[in-house]
């Protein structure tokens, strides 16, 4: 698993050995991915959106191969660039990209 690969993908596809922090909820299935983050440092990031994912083992490292698995419309996402966020009200919504903004840039 690697976090930094090289961008963009040339297939514009999400890299097999992609990892990224994703939030347990999500990657157990308990929640659906609401919040997909490619910071600017290239680095990729899954949220469900509604849980705090800063509390003591709300995330892990993992494949994004495995986000892609329980939502397909994640891997849409791939050519996002680097300091974007991508936000869906839940399966089936469309997902919206902006700029990414770290909460001390506020």
């Not at 089936?92 to 700029?99: D, L």
Request: charged fraction near 20%; charge should be negative; aromatic fraction near 8%.
């Amino acid at each position: 698993m690697f976090r930094d690969v090289p961008f963009p993908c040339p297939t514009d596809e999400f890299p097999a050995h992609l990892g990224a922090v994703i939030q347990r909820t999500v990657l157990k299935g308990k929640e659906p991915a609401r919040e997909v983050i490619h910071d600017a440092d290239n680095g990729w990031a899954v949220g469900d959106g509604v849980n705090d994912p800063n509390e003591p083992g709300a995330v892990v490292v993992g494949h994004m191969k495995h986000v892609v698995e329980q939502n397909f419309s994640v891997a849409s996402l791939a050519s996002m660039p680097p300091g974007h966020v991508a936000t869906t009200a839940g399966p089936g919504q469309p997902w919206e990209i902006s700029r990414y903004r770290y909460l001390d840039e506020e």
